[in-house]
């Protein structure tokens, strides 16, 4: 079964850190983009970070940039997302999500998602 | 920044109606334009890449259309599992990747 577990979550003090984990099964992690995509509570979805399948090319949003780091290890089968300086405004879940990219002018979407975990900013 | 806008905020409708959601983004996107559907409580799962091919598995009631700036994913017969929340995303211009802000689509 093709599978994303994130875990890593939990409650942290504003500018304390966290890093969350997404354990990727099913599929040949390597082969893939991978986003790590955020849920502030009752808002709509927000693209944090981006990261190629070999991890040579990664992107930030503008609102995180400086202070996550995004990362994997494809021995593992595993993304990493480091957080620092966390704010109140990154309260959010956070899921991680599988990218099948444009491939011939084609744009595949995130077609598999992890059930996300709660982060928390709050002193 | 390319930006989604999804209208309406709110569809209200009954089982066995046709849904229709927009999603109008500032500048072309080409089909490099996906949606998804979110229940309460659960990820989001895509529904449709390219602007307008199913991804596996999803029902064929479900279809999209458009390109460029306007974009269209219609329910044809609303079933009782299809009341959720619906964004449009895309990967034209990038980063950054965008959302639109949602469509819930309710019980009337």
């Known amino acids: 079964e093709v599978q994303l577990v994130e875990s890593g979550g939990g409650l942290v003090q504003p500018g304390g850190s966290l890093r969350l984990s997404c354990a990727a099964s099913g599929f040949t992690f390597s082969s893939y983009e991978m986003n790590w995509v955020r849920q502030a509570p009752g808002k709509g979805l927000e693209w944090v970070s981006y990261i190629s399948s070999s991890g040579s090319t990664i992107y930030y949003a503008d609102s995180v940039k400086g202070r996550f780091t995004i990362s994997r290890d494809n021995a593992k089968n595993s993304l990493y997302l480091q957080m620092n300086s966390l704010r109140a405004e990154d309260t959010a879940v956070y899921y991680c999500a599988r990218d099948r990219g444009t491939i011939n002018y084609y744009y595949y979407g995130m077609d598999v998602w992890g059930q996300g975990t709660t982060v928390t900013v709050s002193s | 920044e390319i930006v989604l806008t999804q209208s309406p905020a709110t569809l209200s409708l009954s089982p066995g109606e046709r849904a229709t959601l927009s999603c109008r983004a500032s500048?072309?996107?080409?089909?490099?334009l996906a949606w998804y559907q979110q229940k309460s409580g659960q990820a989001p799962r895509l529904l449709i890449y390219?602007?307008?091919s199913r991804a596996t598995g999803i029902p064929a009631r479900f279809s999209g259309s458009g390109s460029g700036t306007d974009f269209t994913l219609t329910i044809s017969s609303l079933e009782p599992e299809d009341f959720a929340v619906y964004y449009c995303q895309q990967r034209s211009n990038w980063p950054p990747l965008t959302f639109g802000g949602g469509t819930k689509v309710e019980i009337k």
């Open positions: 500048q072309s996107v080409s089909s490099y």
């Open positions: 390219d602007a307008s």
